[in-house]
């Protein structure tokens, strides 16, 4: 896949098997990989390092294969999911780091580019999800506000 902001082809990702089967190793159910879910959100870790623990600690591949749901979707069922998307968080918080470091340095270009850039793909993913109901249609971004929606 192609970079969004440059003419690079980029590294090719891993991908998922192709064979879609529960592995034989998967020591776990449905149920006790959704309180494995349940505890680590309580514990304030976003769906992407979840599963990220439940791949190297317990030896999970593939949450939605087993429960037939994602780990956002458990999040969402219990109500332990966040206001805010983790990946616009991400973003936000990138944005908040380069808006810190052109405070000291003013004339850094590539850093007020790389921040444009930022400022557009949050904008970007902010109308899609307002599109799909993620967020509520009145939420506005405010590049002056972004810590408090941190």
């Known amino acids: ?13 891993s991908t998922n098997p192709a064979k879609k089967s529960v592995p034989s190793w998967v020591k776990y159910g449905a149920k006790e990989i959704e309180l494995l879910v349940v505890k680590y959100a309580k514990d304030g870790k976003t769906s992407s390092q979840i599963g990220v623990v439940l791949r190297d600690e317990y030896g ?12 956002t979707q458990i999040m969402t069922e219990k109500k332990l999911s966040k ?25 850094d270009q590539p850093a007020k580019r ?11 993913l902010i109308k899609y999800y307002k599109k799909i109901g ?12 972004i810590k408090m929606f941190i």
């Open 1 to 13: 896949m192609a970079r969004m902001h440059s003419r690079k082809k980029g590294k090719s990702g």
């Open 60 to 71: 999970i591949p593939d949450v939605k294969l087993l429960t037939k749901k994602s780990i």
């Open 83 to 107: 206001k805010l998307p983790e990946d616009l968080i991400a973003l936000l918080k990138k944005i908040l780091a380069i808006q810190e470091h052109l405070k000291e340095n003013k004339k």
């Open 114 to 124: 790389g921040l444009t850039l930022t400022q557009s793909k949050v904008l970007r």
């Open 134 to 145: 993620r967020i509520e249609k009145d939420w506005n971004y405010d590049p002056k506000q």
